[in-house]
């Protein structure tokens, strides 16, 4: 061989050897820098949290990925096969790259002097996906291309699949098929046709690009490609496809949530991230069950929301929400107006055929972008008309007094004049306007506003209330949350006032203070002088003349009348004559938080700052034989597996103990492996109330529903107990009550803490929201008396000493007593017929007199009379 040939071949064996050498140890330097792949091995996909109702409706979701995992067999071959069709048709031939693939993208990315077509199979996508970035980089493709290779040598083809039909993004925040399949057809991927499996198929590619909802052309284009190829390579028949072909595309955003519930969601996730943090609730599906109902919560809502709408009519009108000026809107339009309306009649109709569609639809447009609120819908007035209700009748030369109103929605509804003529002028919470008296003073051709509808009646000018509020219902053994509002419209904000708002409970605290005399010693027939007084009270920093909310003093008043009809100057004394230290540890038994009530007598009367969630859970004490309840929203919470991580089970065990007055016993099953997602204590009730205080307690709470300010839950007819609450000023308005199976409070006052206006007292604005939520949630079922336990008397009292009945008394009831703590003395005879010690008007906003005379030179009231 000469000499120069073999020098040659030494050359190239040289550089060949170089080359494998260094390609060698390249390999190995990149094959150290790739992630393990145990990932994949282990593989535990980012799921969001989802929230569930008590029946397992779906009520809310979180985390920034949609993903809904599914095992292999649950996921059709039809599916697998228009995913390979469009992304890797050798993919069950190839070792983890397709070679063919990557020389025809390179021919295809140099022809059009840019990169134009992928190569990457499956298996690449799967390694880039969960253990690289998506940069386009040399490197990034290299590791690639190992990590594929190594893939396929740990994982069998069908895992690589799964894993891939499980993770992929498809647009929409769907991650995954089943996600995909519920966001753009709202069912599971088994129950999609050819048509739509095709669609989910071709959108790897392009998520955003294909997206069927905002791109529906550019996606019927590759579904089209993708069921042609499923066709072509035999995966679908040719009939098949052609009818798939002709089907329309008809994806369209669907909601994971079946019934929403905002408020209540957003509370749970606020706990969860408090007790896991914020990664692991958004990304470890954690299954959270709640305690909700919701049938009650729609009919709390329901209840919250007409209580809310009608304190705005009894205020006034504030406006109209905008207005349009509908003249210039026909100038900027090139299509034809509408027909201008006459005879009697201003503004505009589109009764004629083909008039104002261009209008028509501009308003349409308009109206789309305004967001529904609660229950309202929204409208633009178009004309108004001379008719006073649904026919327009009357004569040309009457004064308008309807309106002919476009809702959202593209109806077209009358507004007659009952649905209008509340509208006085709003000027402040204690101030209206003159009644109007034609449609004109309130509306005009192009005002838009908010219409309600309620069931059998007209439609109703309304408008969005300022003042919101909150409902809270509960169940007392134990302690679940059945509904929760949160204000008027729970999609508007995520301030839950149920939970966050911190408002003055008024006289609604008082039966807690009640409740700490009896257990002191006092009885309902103790007498407490109603009387003026002045304090000057170094921790108020001011003098102190309390009122009643008449303004009217009642002489000596037995504890029973005291409550029932919220005297203020009775409470204080009574506060007065426990402590206020005693006041305040027994109030904290019921779940107050001690630290932030007033260490002074404005307790009395309510002062401190509480949600309505803490008074509520009070009020359970008293429907649950006297034993704390600890709320419970988290009924149980299981892993992305469904196995559970904790359940939440009743402190206070089965009601029956209750009422034979000893504590439940505690439920193994309510323990939990996992501390910190415990979230409520599994220990035994304690014990707030002897069951014979307790049931004193409910009898004069019953008595407030009877006789005093709770009358308007008389109606009802059902054995009902309750209490009032109204704050200084009026600013906050409560009512709180309980069956003997349910509890709930309604609150009702502004956020920016101002007087709700004359009169509107927790009897007018709250107990509506009450009674209407308890004659829905409690009708058609059996709702039981309460129960008096052993050791309650029932004895005959005279009504105005409080002692035993006598043969002269001229008035006297029955009262339930202490066995041992009853009077023992008689009425003594009187040496003249007593004198009247007070009108008796009752403090609630229909007034009346109690009946019940008063002998104000009683000597066997408390000592402490001032």
């Known amino acids: 061989m000469p000499t120069f040939l073999r020098r040659i ?111 990457s199979t499956i298996t690449q996508q799967v390694a880039r996906t969960f253990l690289l970035t998506r940069e386009r980089k040399i490197m990034r493709k290299l590791k690639e291309m190992l990590l594929a290779f190594r893939i396929e040598e740990r994982l069998t083809k069908a895992e690589i699949l799964h894993l891939y039909l499980n993770q992929i993004y498809l647009g929409n925040g769907a991650y995954g098929v089943e996600a995909a399949a519920q966001n753009y057809y709202g069912k599971s991927v088994h129950e999609l046709t050819l048509a739509e499996r095709a669609m989910i198929g071709g959108l790897p590619k392009a998520p955003s690009g294909y997206n069927p909802v905002n791109n529906p052309e550019r996606a019927r284009e590759r579904r089209d490609y993708v069921l042609r190829r499923l066709r072509d390579t035999g995966k679908a028949s040719p009939k098949a496809v052609e009818k798939a072909l002709a089907t329309p595309v008809h994806a369209r955003s669907h909601s994971p949530v079946t019934n929403p519930m905002p408020q ?134 009457d004064p308008p007094r309807s309106a002919r109103v476009l809702l959202a929605d593209g109806r077209e509804i009358t507004l007659s004049w009952d649905g209008i003529r509340w509208a006085r002028p709003y000027k402040s919470p204690t101030e209206r306007g003159p009644e109007p008296e034609t449609a004109a003073e309130v509306l005009s051709p192009g005002d838009v506003i908010r219409l309600e509808k309620r069931p059998n009646g007209p439609w109703f000018l309304s408008q969005v209330p300022k003042v919101q509020g909150a409902f809270v219902a509960m169940d007392p053994p134990s302690g679940q949350i059945r509904a929760m509002i949160g204000g008027f419209d729970e999609w508007r904000s995520h301030y839950n006032r149920a939970t966050q708002a911190r408002r003055q409970p008024g006289s609604s605290f008082k039966p807690f203070l009640y409740a700490a005399g009896l257990s002191k010693g006092m009885t309902p027939a103790t007498l407490i002088n109603d009387a003026p007084i002045v304090f000057e009270d170094e921790a108020l920093e001011t003098r102190w003349r309390p009122e009643n909310y008449s303004q009217k003093f009642y002489g000596p008043t037995r504890l029973r009348q005291g409550l029932e009809h919220s005297r203020n100057l009775v409470t204080i004394r009574l506060m007065r004559n ?113 069951p014979q205080v307790n049931y004193q307690m409910v009898s004069m709470l019953r008595g407030v529903v009877e006789r005093g300010t709770g009358w308007r839950a008389k109606r009802l007819g059902l054995p009902l107990a309750g209490k009032t609450g109204t704050s200084n000023a009026q600013r906050d308005a409560w009512f709180l009550g309980f069956s003997s199976e349910l509890v709930g409070g309604a609150y009702v006052g502004f956020d920016k803490p101002k007087t709700l206006g004359s009169h509107e007292t927790g009897s007018r604005a709250a107990a509506p929201i009450w009674v209407d939520f308890m004659r829905q949630t409690l009708k058609g079922r059996e709702v039981r008396e309460f129960e008096q336990p052993e050791g309650v008397v029932n004895v005959r009292i005279d009504a105005e000493t409080g002692k035993l009945a006598a043969p002269w008394s001229e008035e006297t009831l029955f009262e339930y007593f202490r066995k041992g703590n009853a009077p023992t003395e008689t009425t003594p005879r009187p040496a003249s017929v007593a004198s009247d010690g007070g009108s008796g008007e009752e403090e609630n906003d229909r007034g009346g007199g109690s009946g019940e005379r008063r002998d104000s030179g009683s000597s066997e009231m408390m000592d402490d009379l001032f």
Not at 579 to 590: N, Q
């Open 9 to 119: 071949l030494i050359a190239s064996g040289v550089f060949l050897l170089i080359g494998a050498v260094s390609g060698f140890g390249g390999y190995l330097w990149l094959s150290s820098q790739l992630p393990p792949i145990t990932k994949l091995t282990n593989y535990e996909p980012q799921t969001p949290m989802r929230v569930f109702a008590r029946d397992g409706q779906l009520i809310g979701e979180f985390g920034s990925q949609r993903r809904l995992p599914l095992p292999p067999e649950a996921i059709p071959e039809q599916l697998k096969d228009a995913f390979l069709a469009a992304e890797d048709s050798s993919f069950f031939d190839h070792p983890g790259i397709d070679v063919p693939g990557i020389i025809r993208a390179l021919i295809a990315d140099i022809k059009a002097g840019a990169p134009v077509q992928g190569a």
């Open 264 to 397: 209540v969601a957003e509370e749970v996730r606020r706990r969860m991230v408090e007790r896991v943090g914020k990664e692991r609730a958004y990304t470890e599906g954690f299954r959270v069950f709640t305690t909700v109902d919701p049938d009650m919560q729609h009919q709390a809502r329901k209840a919250v929301q007409k209580g809310l709408l009608d304190y705005t009519y009894r205020h006034g009108y504030r406006g109209p929400e905008d207005h349009w000026d509908l003249e210039e809107l026909v100038r900027d339009t090139a299509l034809p107006g509408p027909t201008t309306e006459s005879g009697g009649g201003t503004g505009f109709t589109f009764d004629r055929p083909g008039a104002g569609v261009g209008i028509r639809q501009a308003l349409l447009e308009r109206l789309a972008k305004l967001r529904p609120i609660g229950p309202l819908q929204t409208g633009v007035v178009l004309y108004l008309g001379t008719g006073e209700g649904e026919e327009d009748t009357a004569a040309e030369e």
């Open 578 to 690: 426990i402590g206020t230290d005693y006041a305040l540890d027994f109030a904290s038994r019921f779940g107050f938080d001690r630290d932030v009530l007033p260490r002074n007598l404005s307790l009395s009367l309510g002062s401190a700052s509480v949600a309505p969630m803490d008074v509520v859970r009070g009020y359970a004490v008293f429907a649950n034989g006297g034993l704390q309840v600890d709320p419970i929203l988290i009924e149980r919470i299981e892993d992305r597996h469904g196995q559970p991580v904790t359940r939440n089970l009743a402190r206070s065990g089965c009601i029956q103990c209750h009422r034979a007055g000893s504590p439940g016993e505690l439920d193994p099953e309510a323990q939990t492996e996992n501390p910190e997602m415990r979230f409520h204590p599994s220990i035994r009730p304690e014990r707030v109330l002897s």
